[in-house]
């Protein structure tokens, strides 16, 4: 599976912005899907997943809890990150990952996919 990030920008703290990855493929509803951040001279850090089993469970790190939604829409092949409540401390390139692995995955290494990348830059 290919997977392409959008939607990243320039926004003020407070303000909000979603995030979108679109997969290629015909399995895209048998991945599960994450979204990980990496921060200049910081290691790449989990910030939220969806699995793919009925319901779509859901997981977040700590420090977006109340602030980011992910969702997917699997007739769209797509997965979503609404980050609301944006803080300086947000700002990185957020990459979006799927996952082939039978558990909730927050891990790097749980991921075999990974899309290139996009910038979100929140200003103080």
């Known amino acids: 599976v290919q997977l392409q990030a959008s939607g990243g920008g320039l926004v003020q703290a407070g303000g909000s912005l979603r995030l979108s990855c679109a997969a290629t493929g015909r399995t895209f509803s048998s991945y599960h899907m994450g979204w990980f951040r990496q921060a200049p001279g910081k290691e790449r850090e989990f910030v939220a997943t969806i699995s793919y089993w009925s319901g779509g469970s859901t997981s977040y790190a700590d420090s977006v809890k109340g602030r980011f939604t992910i969702s997917r829409d699997n007739t769209k092949n797509t997965v979503y990150l609404q980050m609301n409540s944006l803080k300086p401390g947000d700002t990185a390139v957020y990459f979006c990952?799927?996952?082939?692995?039978?558990?909730?995955?927050?891990?790097?290494?749980?991921?075999?996919?990974w899309g290139q990348g996009t910038q979100v830059t929140v200003s103080s």
């Open positions: 990952a799927a996952s082939t692995r039978n558990i909730v995955a927050t891990r790097t290494t749980d991921y075999d996919y």
